[in-house]
């Protein structure tokens, strides 16, 4: 294992002899889950990649080393202070010799024909940036089981008004020519949330492509740890995304439109989330007000119907929740 600490400026060794793809790999708190990821690279039927792993100043460093060491030759291990995901990525993209970066966050685990597949779509038209697959979704949530695809859809062409309308969801495990990254600037160092929905804006604005294949080629792992879980904190994020775009990019008026409504949707959800979070600690008048705001856009008999239960018996709808999870979803869908 190679290591090196703080942002190691290994792309100057791009050329002669550099591999093919650079699998980014950043790592907080995940020491029980890297080992199964780093074996789904290994695993790769395409063997022309390196793989750097990055501890952005994890809590678990000791256990986190513990799982790196049986792939001690075999990686690049960088360290450095915490500074969240995108530091990390950048970090890892900064050190990254291959003219393609394939990002690979440490929860999930790639089909053995990833990186091939990915990199012969690539290979096929030039003229593609940022590529993402479909993936299988799995773990301790409703939604596994599904496709990546079914549950967040893609149709049409990728530009940044069909990423606002919601016409198409970027899968996370992207293969990208790292060129494109760079010239795009990077992740916001800034964002420790929805990133990566920045980053393909500035990418589409600044002329780069961004395409997609459905061929299921990652396992996707949603639990309830993972920032995606966290509706609040994500959509608060998102709408922070929307504010920069709506600053510092040229948008279309049809664009502006797509922002705003966007921002309007982040904005119910969030809403709608914070109601579900009060209900769950015990504050049922907070929860009836910031459903009855979120509803005032989703315009649902369902949310309706939850706001005037929680009005009239706050504890039988608490009950009706547990046993939804217990007999339903069999999982913890309260936060």
Request: proline share 4%; with cysteine; hydrophobic share 45%.
């Amino acid at each position: 294992m190679t290591e090196a600490a703080g942002s190691l400026a290994r792309g100057d060794e791009r050329g002669a002899g550099a591999p093919a793809v650079s699998v980014v790999v950043p790592a907080y708190n995940v020491a029980r889950y890297i080992a199964g990821a780093l074996d789904s690279v290994f695993a790769q039927t395409f063997e022309d990649y390196e793989v750097i792993v990055i501890n952005d100043g994890s809590p678990d460093t000791p256990e986190l080393e513990h799982a790196l060491e049986p792939y001690r030759g075999r990686l690049i291990y960088l360290r450095q202070e915490n500074g969240g995901v995108s530091a990390a990525r950048n970090a890892g993209i900064r050190a990254a010799r291959g003219e393609f970066v394939a990002h690979l966050d440490p929860d999930d685990l790639w089909e053995p024909e990833y990186l091939a597949a990915q990199l012969e779509a690539l290979g096929r038209d030039p003229a593609v940036d940022v590529l993402y697959p479909n993936a299988l979704i799995f773990g301790d949530a409703p939604e596994a089981g599904r496709e990546f695809m079914d549950w967040c859809p893609s149709e049409g062409e990728v530009t940044v008004e069909a990423l606002l309308r919601q016409r198409c969801h970027v899968m996370c495990s992207v293969t990208a020519r790292r060129e494109a990254l760079v010239r795009a600037g990077l992740f916001d160092e800034g964002l420790r949330c929805s990133e990566d929905f920045d980053l393909w804006l500035r990418v589409l604005k600044g002329g780069g492509r961004i395409a997609y294949q459905r061929r299921v080629l990652v396992r996707y792992r949603r639990h309830a740890a993972s920032h995606t879980a966290d509706f609040v904190w994500l959509n608060t994020s998102l709408l922070r995304v929307l504010d920069k775009a709506e600053r510092t990019l040229e948008l279309t008026p049809g664009e502006r439109e797509a922002l705003e409504g966007m921002r309007r949707h982040a904005r119910a959800t969030l809403e709608l989330n914070e109601g579900k979070r009060a209900f769950f600690r015990g504050d049922a008048r907070v929860a009836v007000a910031s459903l009855s705001a979120a509803n005032a856009y989703f315009k649902s008999r369902r949310i309706a119907c939850v706001v005037l239960l929680m009005r009239l018996s706050p504890k039988l709808l608490r009950r009706a929740y547990d046993a939804r999870d217990r007999f339903v979803w069999r999982a913890d869908t309260k936060f």
